[in-house]
């Protein structure tokens, strides 16, 4: 049966995962982004927020590398946390480079509209071949956070499995401490025995001597009485 302490990286490993679906999400949709700018700002919150409980969550992972006992529980946990910090500064990169180019095609869109007065052919063909990227872009993200739900159900259930761990290790310290219970019984019981058993033996050795005892009384008497001259 795995541990609390290897569900709890497990879990922790999960989440980190999911946050990282998340922000490819939500950098995908700033490639894709139409405008304005407001649209591309709320965007930009979210992925924010996501960074910050990576973070978070990254920082946990190497909190308990650290409590691992063993250097061989000790070193997975640290690759797979530094596996996952080069792939947020990946995501930092791909983000900053999703925003440039965001920001520079909505400027050149404003810039377009300003300068034509209205849409031109080419602004509604852009338009057009924008709004396809847009909804590509849809499919990818709803793919994407399908994954983040089914890691979100994964970690549910360990969070669920931690309460059935908590509880099995409650059950069996408490049988623990009834079996030393009971074992101190049954020693307290064995000397018990044991010296009652001794007490009778001795009993018995005092009876049989009181026995020879007087019988040797009755039989000096009895001599005495009748052969008084022997």
């Known amino acids: ?9 497990r879990i922790c490993g999960q989440e980190v995962i999911k946050y990282d679906l998340e922000i490819k999400a939500l950098t995908q949709d700033i490639i894709n982004c139409p405008g304005p700018h407001s649209a591309l700002a709320e965007l930009n919150s979210r992925v924010k927020e996501k960074f910050n ?8 992972l190497e909190q308990m590398a650290q409590e691992q006992d063993t250097e061989s529980t000790r070193l997975p946990i640290l690759m797979e946390m530094e596996s996952q910090r080069r792939q947020m500064l990946s995501n930092q990169t791909a983000w900053r480079k999703a925003n440039l180019a965001c920001k520079l095609a909505i400027d050149n869109m404003e810039k ?57 290790s409650k059950t069996v310290q408490e049988a623990n401490e009834e079996f030393k219970t009971m074992t101190g019984t049954i020693h307290l019981g064995r000397k018990l025995i044991l010296k009652y058993n001794r007490r009778e033996l001795t009993d018995k050795l005092l009876i049989f001597l009181a026995l020879a005892l007087f019988f040797a009384t009755v039989l000096y008497i009895l001599k005495k009485r009748l052969i008084p001259f022997v």
Request: proline share 1%.
């Open 112 to 168: 377009d509209e300003l300068l034509h007065g209205g849409e031109s052919p080419s602004t509604r063909h852009r338009k057009v071949t924008k709004e396809s990227l847009v909804e590509s872009s849809s499919n990818i993200t709803e793919s994407l956070m399908s994954i983040s739900r089914m890691m979100s159900e994964q970690v549910k259930q360990s969070e669920d499995t931690i309460g059935t761990l908590a509880t099995s």
């Open 1 to 9: 049966m795995a541990s609390s302490e290897d569900v709890n990286v």
């Open 53 to 60: 409980k990576l973070r978070l969550r990254i920082q946990d």
